[in-house]
């Protein structure tokens, strides 16, 4: 989990997993580039269609909810990592 947080690309996933998070990363970064083609990268690793929708909602979800913090300003718990650093590391 800590490899992918770190950066996705470098980490050892499958084709399926890395087709997700390419999916991810573009819908968060960039939406206004999201079309037919990243539905169809998703089905060509076994994706079903629901399992896309679910991932799109989860995925839009996760930003909607970044977002709300970010403008407000809201804090994360003392008790939490932040992603990418590593059990262990300060």
Known sequence: MDSIARDWRE???DAADRALCAYADRLTRAPQGMGPQQVENLR???FSDRAIH???QVIGFFNYINRLADA???V???FTRRWGE???QN
């Open 54 to 56: 679910d991932a799109t």
């Open 72 to 74: 407000l300003g809201v």
């Open 11 to 13: 980490a050892d996933l």
């Open 44 to 46: 060509a690793v076994g």
């Open 86 to 88: 590593c059990a262990g």
């Open 76 to 78: 994360p718990e003392e």
